[in-house]
């Protein structure tokens, strides 16, 4: 669950992983670095693919994708995006062509991904954008979103439980602060009724 620079990658889709980077106070994508660590860990690059290029200005326009996404997803779930919002998404989307994974055989003998060098801000904006154009148009993929019920939490992920009555992004954390919170309130409840 937890990676580098508090990164979570366990929110579904990788565009509501790169929504969850603003999940809470704290600003998790201020440096390329933690930008790096967020498309390697997201599986937008494959682990090893040199990101020459990435500066303060892809952290900028991530950033950007992130706030339009973020808003989109909660005007979705709420009952309906703004038209301007979904033609941002589309721009993104059509701003340039994602790039295309290739095949390689390691020095091992094993098959791993790469991506043709170099990578262009432009086009991994695009991965990130046209998942999201795939989750909101996908009616079944689209019915499991769900926001976390964490008091405080503005998470959002795709909720793929059985009986699809999962309640919260993380049941380790918005979850265990929950069930702490009830207890709490039991035991407070109980000393008051004593005379």
């Not at 795939?134 to 059985?162: F, I, K, M, N, W």
């Not at 602060?177 to 008051?192: F, P, W």
């Amino acid at each position: 669950m937890a990676a580098p620079h508090g990164l979570r990658f366990d929110c579904g889709r990788i565009c509501l992983d790169l929504v969850a980077t603003a999940g809470g106070p704290v600003e998790r994508l201020t440096a390329p670095e933690h930008l790096t660590a967020w498309l390697t860990g997201a599986g937008v690059v494959p682990p090893g693919v040199p990101l020459d290029g990435l500066d303060g200005q892809w952290v900028v326009r991530f950033r950007a994708l992130r706030e339009l996404l973020r808003r989109v997803v909660l005007d979705e779930l709420q009952g309906r995006a703004a038209d301007a919002d979904l033609e941002l998404l589309n721009a993104a989307v059509g701003a340039a062509q994602p790039p295309a994974v290739r095949i390689v055989r390691a020095a091992d003998g094993t098959l791993s991904r790469t991506l043709p060098a170099p990578l262009d801000c432009a086009a991994l904006l695009a991965a990130v954008a046209r998942d999201a154009v795939g989750l909101l148009t996908d009616d079944v993929v689209r019915g499991q979103l769900r926001q976390c019920a964490g008091e405080s939490c503005p998470l959002v992920y795709l909720d793929t439980s059985r009986g699809r009555r999962r309640r919260w992004c993380s049941s380790e954390v918005c979850g265990n602060r929950e069930r702490v919170a009830r207890h709490r309130r039991r035991t407070l409840a109980r000393d008051g009724a004593r005379p």
